[in-house]
């Protein structure tokens, strides 16, 4: 069979290849065909994007290598509060113009007015839980301007920003709103209002007007949010005191762990589930050092995410040489912070249990205070159970009592 192909190949007339080239004659790019003849029948043949010794394929592309990211780019941390700046949108122009149809030469002004801008309201959400989504700059959509036919622009679509329960607006330090039910909207800005067509100026004794104002421009302003409630319990420490492996141990939250300090630059949310289908919220907060309360090492921006938490958790290295002086400098840093602080409903927890001369430490450390003190390995898992119990105890205290320090409700999260 291959035989006789080969052999119609090599018996086919030579009057194709001069059809080809009176077909394709007078054309521009010319390429050389090659047919399964001697080298004296190739001859050059005219044609225009035509290759027939170029494989009948395209291009196979690499699949491009996606950059792998380290854990500590794949986290995402948590937001308390947040500077924004709101623009509404500006009001459309008014219309002049006169209507114009045959046999109607005095028709009148049918100059329409311009639409109203958007307006911006800050909407609070239960679903919402932090404000990491919330952007630094909103913008209304603008009125559409009026037209001839007494035809009114369209006002500008109104923009909504949704933020967690529990928002408290400012402006210059000046308390404007507290957003603490489902559903409860502030308007923040107002939309410019539209300009008037000259249909608007029509009366007795001005019957042809051709006066037609400007929309008014979108109201601007610079407002702080900020989260009355980050979590419900804080984990409080010195850098690499573990409160980050902690939080991994106790929830399903991944904060970055390595080997030196300052790991946590932003606060991770963890939340704690029961069975009871409660839920507690944990924050680590990014380790203070001595001198905080003056903004040493970011100290101030520290400091203000463990006053937003109900309760707190005194989390304690014992692998330092003197756990129990790293007890008094937190107290300490937290009540010249805000007077009070450190007083709130705490556990103290001892990590890093796993250490060989973490016993004897630990001994010593409950020789010298009379609170109740929780040693867990945060690495190993060791008495985490005891921990999460003593959650659920401060948590329901907390719910049985006033709730929110500054006299809101519970947050249930």
Same mark, same amino acid.
């Given at each position: 069979?291959?035989?006789? $192909?080969?052999? %119609?190949?090599?018996?086919?007339?030579?009057?194709?290849?001069?059809?080809?080239?009176?077909?394709?004659?007078?054309?521009?790019?010319?390429?050389?065909?090659?047919?399964?003849?001697?080298?004296?029948?190739?001859?050059?043949?005219?044609?225009?994007?035509?290759?027939?010794?170029?494989?009948?394929?395209?291009?196979?592309?690499? +699949?491009?290598?996606?950059?792998?990211?380290?854990?500590?780019?794949?986290?995402?941390?948590?937001?308390?509060?947040?500077?924004?700046?709101?623009?509404?949108?500006?009001?459309?122009?008014?219309?002049?113009?006169?209507?114009?149809?045959?046999?109607?030469?005095?028709?009148?002004?049918?100059?329409?007015?311009?639409?109203?801008?958007?307006?911006?309201?800050?909407?609070?959400?239960?679903?919402?839980?932090?404000?990491?989504?919330?952007?630094?700059?909103?913008?209304?959509?603008?009125?559409?301007?009026?037209?001839?036919?007494?035809?009114?622009?369209?006002?500008?679509?109104?923009?909504?920003?949704?933020?967690?329960?529990?928002? !408290?607006?400012?402006?210059?330090?000046?308390?404007?709103?507290?957003?603490?039910?489902?559903?409860?909207?502030?308007?923040?800005?107002?939309?410019?209002?539209?300009?008037?067509?000259?249909?608007?100026?029509?009366?007795?004794?001005?019957?042809?007007?051709?006066?037609?104002?400007?929309? +008014?421009?979108?109201?601007?302003?610079?407002? /702080?949010?900020?989260?009355?409630?980050?979590?419900?319990?804080?984990? %409080?420490?010195?850098?690499?005191?573990?409160?980050?492996?902690?939080?991994?141990?106790?929830?399903?939250?991944?904060?970055? %762990?390595?080997?030196?300090?300052?790991?946590?630059?932003?606060?991770? !949310?963890?939340?704690?589930?029961?069975?009871?289908?409660?839920?507690?919220?944990?924050?680590?907060?990014?380790?203070?050092?001595?001198?905080?309360?003056?903004?040493?090492?970011?100290?101030?921006?520290?400091?203000? /995410?463990?006053?937003?938490?109900?309760?707190?958790?005194?989390?304690?290295?014992?692998?330092?040489?003197?756990?129990?002086?790293?007890?008094? /400098?937190?107290?300490?840093? $937290?009540?010249?912070?805000?007077?009070?602080?450190?007083?709130?409903?705490?556990?103290?927890?001892?990590?890093?249990?796993?250490?060989?001369?973490?016993?004897?430490?630990?001994?010593?450390?409950?020789?010298?205070?009379?609170?109740?003190?929780?040693?867990?390995?945060? !690495?190993?898992?060791?008495?985490?159970?005891?921990?999460?119990? /003593?959650?659920?105890?401060?948590?329901?205290?907390?719910?049985?009592?006033?709730?929110?320090?500054?006299?809101?409700?519970?947050?249930?999260?």
């Amino acid at each position: 069979m291959l035989a006789t $192909l080969s052999r %119609v190949r090599l018996r086919r007339p030579a009057d194709r290849l001069l059809g080809v080239t009176s077909l394709l004659a007078g054309k521009e790019l010319t390429v050389d065909v090659r047919c399964q003849r001697p080298v004296a029948w190739r001859r050059q043949v005219p044609c225009k994007y035509v290759s027939t010794t170029a494989p009948l394929r395209a291009k196979v592309r690499a +699949n491009p290598k996606k950059k792998e990211f380290s854990e500590k780019k794949l986290t995402r941390h948590f937001v308390d509060h947040r500077s924004v700046r709101l623009v509404s949108g500006s009001g459309g122009n008014g219309a002049c113009s006169f209507h114009s149809e045959p046999r109607k030469e005095w028709g009148g002004p049918d100059g329409g007015n311009g639409g109203d801008g958007g307006c911006i309201f800050i909407k609070a959400d239960r679903s919402v839980k932090s404000l990491v989504h919330v952007g630094p700059v909103y913008r209304a959509e603008d009125g559409q301007s009026g037209s001839s036919k007494n035809c009114y622009g369209r006002n500008g679509r109104p923009t909504f920003i949704c933020v967690p329960t529990g928002t !408290v607006v400012k402006e210059q330090g000046r308390m404007l709103v507290d957003l603490s039910e489902h559903g409860q909207e502030y308007l923040a800005v107002f939309g410019g209002s539209g300009g008037k067509g000259n249909r608007f100026f029509l009366s007795n004794e001005n019957r042809a007007p051709v006066t037609a104002t400007q929309g +008014n421009e979108g109201q601007e302003r610079v407002l /702080h949010l900020e989260l009355r409630t980050m979590a419900h319990a804080g984990l %409080v420490g010195f850098p690499n005191a573990g409160k980050s492996s902690l939080l991994r141990a106790i929830s399903n939250a991944r904060p970055a %762990v390595a080997a030196y300090p300052f790991t946590t630059l932003n606060p991770h !949310v963890g939340i704690v589930k029961y069975r009871d289908h409660e839920q507690v919220a944990v924050a680590d907060i990014p380790g203070i050092i001595q001198g905080a309360h003056l903004n040493r090492g970011l100290g101030i921006s520290f400091l203000r /995410h463990i006053e937003r938490c109900r309760f707190l958790l005194f989390v304690v290295d014992l692998s330092s040489p003197e756990p129990w002086t790293q007890l008094q /400098h937190l107290r300490y840093e $937290l009540d010249q912070y805000e007077p009070g602080l450190s007083q709130r409903p705490h556990a103290i927890v001892a990590n890093k249990t796993d250490l060989p001369e973490a016993r004897e430490k630990l001994q010593t450390l409950k020789s010298r205070v009379s609170q109740r003190i929780i040693p867990v390995s945060a !690495v190993t898992g060791h008495n985490t159970e005891e921990l999460i119990l /003593h959650l659920r105890e401060l948590y329901d205290s907390y719910l049985q009592g006033d709730g929110d320090m500054q006299g809101g409700k519970p947050t249930r999260w």
